[in-house]
């Protein structure tokens, strides 16, 4: 686990960041109205993600709290400030560059929408946009100011404790007034897909805190996906650590993993006592419900899309059609439950490639942190098991109130990272 330099790079975390904090504030570059930008966004994330919680089928409260407005004025502000700074979108690396383009074609597939009515299109431009949106807002806002990050990070953690206990009132809600029995559900990817965040905090013992409330969470949530997608995040992030520090065997390590398994058999323990061996009759029924039916809807979208013209080939079907064109019992409700699939359909063969295009800049990235040794590698390799594993099962492009967390992650390190501070623990 590297207690250790863990430690010491949390004392060069703070000394560095109060130095520059100090240093901006003496400057005092007409930030303020930028400050006013960035809270802004963040007070907006949670109340985007408290309606979010509230409009999952727990309370049917869509139409009440109507989340596309709050999504509408969120992407406004995100705009508004990269028009102010504009001059810190020039010369940009490769990877921001080709969010850029997914950014452009997103929109383009989501034209042919109106044919389906205005307002369907319009929240669909709305949902595509606020992914890569955010990814540049936080590109933009901690290349411009780097001592943002420790301030991001925090803000990040406070998000997930503002989740948990909206997580397991809607939990309880469901499982006593709608199903009455325990459910698996979706709401927990909110607290799941902050773990990078929760790895990239320097000090030990809220990174552990975290970490366990997350896989608590994930236990409770009787989700598989989200449970496989978490072990193989941590593990490849423990892993990760090793290659970084290049000591592929110590005894922190072995006693990080060994503590690691304790927390998890008791957590474990606990849910199943709870829910009276329901978690594990899930895991144990993957075979048998052929992985809830994706089998059956991987076989309907490759059917739909092997019947699609030359023109839906190029340019797509649309956002989240799907849903529209599938034959299946209960298809309004349903997607390609697999990325892949889902934004060939949707995006066309342009918007696949740019797709693969993320992955492959991705993993450069990790392994060019991990050669140099910078603590951005593990966590920002977590963040990859993450997004493999759910896009691969479940779905992230599709649901902008999921993936956002991924791309602000990737939006922060990417800034920092051109900074070159000197945060990498040697």
Same mark, same amino acid.
């Given at each position: 686990m590297s207690i250790t330099n863990d430690l010491k790079f949390s004392r060069k975390y703070r000394s560095i960041i109060g130095k520059k904090m100090h240093r901006?504030?003496?400057?005092?570059?007409?930030?303020?109205?930028?400050?006013?930008?960035?809270?802004a966004t963040f007070f907006l994330q949670f109340v985007y993600v408290y309606i979010k919680f509230f409009s999952h089928g727990a309370f049917e409260s869509d139409d009440l709290f109507g989340y596309g407005r709050?999504?509408?004025?969120?992407?406004?502000? %995100?705009? *508004?400030?990269?028009?102010?700074?504009?001059?810190?979108?020039?010369? %940009?690396?490769?990877?921001? *560059?080709?969010?850029?383009?997914?950014?452009?074609?997103?929109?383009?597939?989501?034209i042919g929408l109106f044919s389906y009515g205005a307002d369907a299109a319009i929240l669909s431009i709305l949902e595509v946009i606020y992914c890569p949106l955010l990814f540049l807002f936080f590109f933009v806002a901690l290349r411009q100011k780097p001592e943002l990050?420790?301030?991001?990070? %925090?803000?990040?953690?406070?998000?997930?404790?503002?989740?948990?206990?909206? *997580?397991?009132?809607? +939990?309880?809600?469901?499982?006593?007034?709608?199903?009455?029995?325990?459910?698996s559900l979706n709401d927990v990817y909110f607290l799941l897909l902050l773990l990078p965040w929760v790895l990239l905090y320097p000090q030990i013992l809220w990174k552990y805190v975290g970490i366990a409330v997350i896989m608590f969470a994930?236990?409770?949530?009787?989700?598989?996906?989200?449970?496989? +997608?978490?072990?193989f995040a941590l593990l490849t992030y423990?892993?990760?650590?090793?290659?970084?520090?290049?000591?592929?065997?110590?005894?922190?390590?072995?006693?990080?993993?060994?503590?690691?398994?304790?927390?998890?058999?008791?957590?474990? #323990?606990y849910v199943e006592v709870k829910t009276d061996g329901f978690f594990l009759s899930?895991?144990?029924?993957?075979?048998?419900?052929?992985?809830?039916?994706?089998?059956d809807i991987y076989s309907e979208v490759i059917r739909l899309q092997s019947e699609s013209d030359i023109y839906s080939w190029v340019l797509g079907h649309g956002h989240d059609t799907v849903r529209k064109f599938n034959t299946m019992e209960e298809s309004e409700y349903m997607?390609?439950?697999?990325?892949?699939?889902?934004?060939?359909?949707?995006?066309?063969?342009?918007?696949?490639?740019?797709?693969c295009a993320i992955y492959f800049f991705l993993l450069y990235e990790i392994i060019h942190l991990l050669k140099r040794r910078s603590y951005l590698g593990p966590p920002m390799a977590a963040s990859y098991a993450l997004f493999i594993?759910?896009?691969?099962? #479940?779905?992230?492009?599709?649901? +902008?109130?999921?993936?956002?967390?991924?791309?602000?992650?990737?939006?922060?390190?990417? +800034?920092f990272h051109e900074r070159e501070i000197p945060f990498s623990v040697g």
């Open positions: 901006s504030s003496v400057r005092g570059n007409g930030l303020s109205l930028n400050s006013l930008f960035y809270y709050i999504l509408a004025l969120s992407d406004l502000i %995100i705009l *508004f400030f990269l028009a102010l700074n504009s001059r810190q979108l020039r010369r %940009i690396p490769s990877f921001v *560059f080709l969010i850029c383009l997914w950014l452009c074609w997103v929109v383009i597939t989501c990050h420790r301030t991001t990070n %925090i803000l990040f953690l406070l998000l997930l404790a503002f989740c948990l206990p909206l *997580f397991f009132l809607v +939990a309880n809600y469901q499982n006593m007034f709608l199903h009455n029995s325990f459910s994930v236990l409770w949530s009787m989700k598989r996906t989200a449970l496989f +997608a978490l072990v423990f892993l990760s650590e090793r290659i970084r520090e290049r000591k592929v065997f110590d005894w922190r390590w072995m006693a990080g993993i060994c503590l690691f398994a304790v927390i998890s058999l008791q957590l474990y #323990s899930r895991m144990s029924s993957i075979l048998d419900d052929r992985g809830s039916g994706r089998l997607s390609a439950h697999n990325d892949w699939l889902e934004v060939l359909f949707d995006y066309g063969l342009p918007g696949f490639v740019l797709y594993v759910i896009s691969f099962s #479940s779905h992230l492009v599709l649901y +902008a109130s999921y993936f956002a967390y991924l791309m602000a992650f990737w939006g922060s390190l990417w +800034a």
